[in-house]
C-alpha cells in the first residue's frame, strides 16, 4: 500500500481527537475510532451536538 495512504488516515485520526474534544467528548477515544472507521467517524462527529 502507499505510505501516504497510512499518513492520511493517521492525519484524519488526530483532526477527529480534536474536533471530538472540542465538543467535550473523548479525544483519546475518538482517536482510536477513527483509526478503525476513518472518514466514518468524522461524519458522525460532525452529525453529534455537543454534550
Do not use: C, H
Amino acid at each position: 500500500m502507499n505510505e501516504g495512504y497510512f499518513v492520511g488516515w493517521g492525519t484524519l485520526a488526530l483532526i477527529n481527537a480534536v474536533l471530538a474534544q472540542g465538543k467535550n467528548r473523548s479525544g483519546f477515544n475518538w482517536f482510536l475510532l477513527s483509526l478503525l472507521l476513518g472518514p466514518i467517524a468524522t461524519l458522525s462527529l460532525a452529525l453529534f451536538d455537543k454534550k
